[in-house]
T-cell receptor, first 110, second 113 residues
């Protein structure tokens, strides 16, 4: 069963715009991670944020975590066509096994 | 630095057959996990291995099994294949267990006919 659920399911934007994806989860977590998957390929790790952290940055990516609301967001600034992919959040609790959501499908139009 | 290598990339099998998938983790990574990805169920956790020991197992029938060797390479086996086993099987490695990011392989696309 999925722990994290991404919202929206699909997002379509123009190059240069910002893309924001959200992840909500149900139980307390140790860590939350974001991954990207290009069609039919393996997942690429983007950012890991621990439960005691509130915000992390990596290049054009910004991740926030609000444990009181059990939610996280991934912001991609100045999107490029190459950012077109599915984005997944993964949460881990007691066993530290990441449980993945269904993903947000992002399309960036050139 | 080589990434996670999964072989084969594609596989077509007949119902009732068995299949073995292989995964070579990044050098120095001792933890290997396996996931099944389908359009209907998304990414589902299969197993986690660390130092040749299965540490965690997902909710899959006993037809799904795996192992890890002393060099950290891992294999998973599915016996008596069913049509519903058609999926992308992903292997991921990490330096250890407990709160590390995964490096995924490109996956093995299994089709059962």
């Amino acid at each position: 069963s999925q722990q994290g659920e991404e919202d929206p399911q699909a997002l379509s934007i123009q190059e240069g715009e910002n893309a924001t994806m959200n992840c909500s989860y149900k139980t307390s977590i140790n860590n939350l991670q974001w991954y990207r998957q290009n069609s039919g390929r393996g997942l690429v790790h983007l950012i890991l944020i621990r439960s005691n952290e509130r915000e992390k940055h990596s290049g054009r990516l910004r991740v926030t975590l609000d444990t009181s609301k059990k939610s996280s967001s991934l912001l991609i600034t100045a999107s490029r066509a190459a950012d077109t992919a599915s984005y997944f959040c993964a949460t881990d609790a007691g066993s530290y096994i990441p449980t993945f959501g269904r993903g947000t499908s992002l399309i960036v139009h050139p | 630095k080589a990434g996670v290598t999964q072989t084969p990339r594609y596989l077509i099998k007949t119902r009732g057959q068995q299949v073995t998938l292989s995964c070579s983790p990044i050098s120095g990574h001792r933890s290997v996990s396996w996931y099944q990805q389908t359009p209907g169920q998304g990414l589902q956790f299969l197993f986690e291995y660390f130092s040749e020991t299965q540490r965690n197992k997902g909710n899959f029938p006993g037809r799904f099994s795996g192992r890890q060797f002393s060099n950290s390479r891992s294999e998973m086996n599915v016996s008596t294949l069913e049509l519903g086993d058609s999926a992308l099987y992903l292997c991921a490695s990490s330096v250890g267990t407990g709160g590390y990011g995964y490096t995924f392989g490109s996956g093995t696309r299994l089709t059962v006919v």
